[in-house]
């Protein structure tokens, strides 16, 4: 029998079996099959066949719900083989629906490249596209956009949350997910203090900050410290979860225990975000996070002080400030981190980096390579190199993303601080 026939008419208790639709009462010597034995590849070849088969339109309506059953049930959707990915969705609309997809693949725009649109099995309520990504080890968020309206992906279980709450989210056949990111149940933690308020006066307002400190805590000892900008998201579980990356790679002995001060570009009273004008090519900001904000860490805590064992952090406009900061003040961040830096909103930062002379400074850089910051990225790099800077840069093929920035920080961590 064919391959096509593995898919019939009717799902009987975790079975598919392989009788022809086409048939009004097919015989018992019907096979029936395990659908843990069908790969996913084989399962999405097999659908257009099967379908085919089906001698009615209510057998075929009946089939197309029970194929989306079984992908959903089996947590294949969308169906992944190689860098293929098969999205799926079978709506309650009887009138024909325009389906599509938008993410990180097209850059969350309609004018950018792929544009996945879902195409309707005839006579049935299920639809189907394909996309084909950049490499196996591709991972993006995304929505389905049904006849207008944007929701996330009903078959799809797997969510990657972002700043503005939660996308379904697609890996491919080799994208491995970071271990150091999930919330262990046993082991000494750290802890993260409430929020912290420090009126700046070099910006004449208040700022909130929140302080991780290692498990084991002792003023006697001088740690490494980071100062992270956006730190409501990078402390957020759910987005940059760095708070637990640092718990888990202190605890398997990765890395030397560090303090984090994790600062917060909202106002304090309306929770009006400040970051489009604190993180951009602003000295003022600059003079807050190098003396007033630092001085008062190295006052309450026990840093180690020195530029070698200080890091600044920040993504997109945040990976502008961290360059901003190390180039004016090399003598207090002596480690930058910038993941996925927006240079392109800030070009001149290029051009301060060239024409300055080096800086003692140790940079990390990443960008994803998907509708993200790669290019500009890339021209830093050129410069950096040419100029003789310690530089640890890496592409992924993903997006603007937490679910991007998150993975990496166990590479900046082990970058400075490994132990």
């Given at each position: 029998?064919?391959?096509?026939?593995?898919?019939?008419?009717?799902?009987?208790?975790?079975?598919?079996?392989?009788?022809?639709?086409?048939?009004?009462?097919?015989?018992?010597?019907?096979?029936?099959?395990?659908?843990?034995?069908?790969?996913?590849?084989?399962?999405?070849?097999?659908?257009?066949?099967?379908?085919?088969?089906?001698?009615?339109?209510?057998?075929?309506?009946?089939?197309?719900?029970?194929?989306?059953?079984?992908?959903?049930?089996?947590?294949?959707?969308p169906i992944v083989f190689a860098d293929t990915a098969v999205f799926m969705f079978n709506t309650s609309f009887t009138s024909p629906a325009v389906v599509q997809v938008f993410g990180d693949l097209n850059g969350w725009r309609d004018s950018n490249a792929p544009q996945v649109t879902l195409a309707n099995y005839p006579n049935t309520t299920l639809y189907c596209g394909l996309y084909k990504a950049p490499s196996k080890t591709t991972r993006v968020d995304y929505k389905l956009v049904v006849n207008g309206t944007w929701i996330l992906d009903p078959g799809n279980s797997k969510l990657a949350w972002s700043g503005y709450g939660p996308n379904s989210e697609l890996a491919l056949s080799e994208y491995v997910y970071s271990d150091w990111v999930n919330e262990r149940a046993s082991g000494e933690k750290g802890t993260l203090s409430g929020n912290i308020k420090i009126h700046s006066d070099s910006l004449n307002y208040d700022i909130n900050y929140r302080v991780y400190l290692p498990a084991g805590y002792s003023a006697s000892v001088k740690y490494p410290v980071v100062f992270v900008t956006d730190g409501q998201e990078y402390s957020d579980k759910n987005l940059g979860a760095m708070n637990i990356v640092a718990d888990n790679m202190i605890m398997d002995n990765k890395i030397k225990p560090i303090i984090i001060v994790f600062v917060d570009p909202r106002d304090p009273v309306t929770s009006t975000n400040r970051r489009m004008d604190e993180l951009v090519n602003n000295r003022k900001y600059t003079q807050f996070l190098s003396s007033e904000l630092f001085q008062q860490i190295k006052t309450n805590y026990s840093i180690l002080g020195t530029p070698d064992q200080t890091a600044i952090l920040g993504t997109s406009l945040g990976g502008i400030n961290s360059a901003y900061t190390g180039i004016l003040r090399p003598d207090v961040f002596g480690l930058i981190a910038i993941q996925s830096p927006a240079f392109w909103y800030y070009p001149n930062i290029l051009t301060l980096y060239s024409s300055a002379a080096k800086a003692?400074?140790?940079?990390?850089?990443?960008?994803?390579?998907?509708?993200?910051?790669?290019d500009k990225a890339m021209e830093m790099k050129t410069i950096l190199d040419s100029k003789g800077y310690p530089l640890h840069y890496a592409e992924y093929s993903e997006g603007h993303s937490w679910g991007n920035w998150r993975a990496r920080i166990d590479d900046i961590l082990i970058y400075f601080f490994q132990k």
């Open positions: 029998m064919r391959k096509f026939m593995t898919i019939s008419c009717l799902l009987i208790s975790g079975y598919i079996s392989f009788s022809a639709c086409k048939e009004k009462n097919p015989p018992m010597e019907s096979i029936t099959k395990d659908i843990n034995t069908l790969s996913p590849s084989a399962f999405y070849h097999s659908i257009l066949p099967g379908l085919n088969n089906c001698k009615t339109d209510i057998l075929r309506q009946q089939l197309a719900d029970s194929i989306y059953s079984i992908a959903k049930s089996k947590k294949w959707i003692s400074l140790k940079v990390y850089m990443d960008a994803g390579t998907i509708y993200d910051t790669q």
